[in-house]
């Protein structure tokens, strides 16, 4: 028998790195503001700790913000990022990833991952096992997770490219 409701309940799990952040960090505060000493120390560190949680957890939230239920699963293994779905799917690996776009005008949004020799990827924003990708892209050489987030969260109408490994743009233009 659950006392949550199960909108609540995957409310609170969605955010679990936040909540996880802030209970390390009450813990530190705890221990900061008991008695002086070594305990005093750690709890300086559970602090810090639990703050880069805190950070971490919400941005992890805001990737996951677009929910489940969309079409097709989403399999992240040893690098190799693998799509199933109803009428597409396919493989790359995410060493060889040569360029990463959102794409908001498909619907639900898609990511639309390029590897050269292979046909492009596309990933609804929310299909099954999705949130594994933003372990994926957080490797990926200067991408900038904050603005892949904004695009994520806003409604475009054009594809916008997050993050390319070789700029097919002239050097003076940013990009996204």
């Known amino acids: 028998m659950s006392f949550l409701r ?8 969605r955010g679990r790195e936040v909540l996880a952040g802030l209970a390390i960090g009450l813990v530190g505060l705890s221990w900061i503001s008991g008695p002086a000493g070594l305990l005093g120390w750690v709890g300086w560190a559970l602090v810090l700790g639990g703050l880069v949680l805190l950070v971490a957890g919400m941005q992890r939230m805001r990737f996951r913000g677009k929910g489940e239920g969309g079409p097709g699963v989403v399999s992240v293994d040893e690098g190799q990022i693998s799509y199933f779905g109803p009428l597409t799917g396919g493989a790359i690996a995410a060493q060889d990833l040569e360029r990463l776009t959102l794409d908001p005008s498909a619907k639900p949004a898609h990511w639309v991952l390029t590897q050269p020799g292979v046909p492009a990827l596309a990933i609804p924003v929310n299909a099954a096992g999705s949130e594994a990708l933003f372990d994926v ?17 806003g409604s475009g109408e054009h594809p916008v490219v997050i993050w390319e490994r070789t700029p097919s743009r002239p050097p003076h233009l940013r990009l996204n």
């Open 6 to 13: 199960p909108e609540a309940k995957a409310a609170l799990w």
């Open 137 to 153: 892209f957080a490797t990926l050489p200067g991408i900038r997770t904050e603005r892949m987030l904004a695009n994520l969260e």
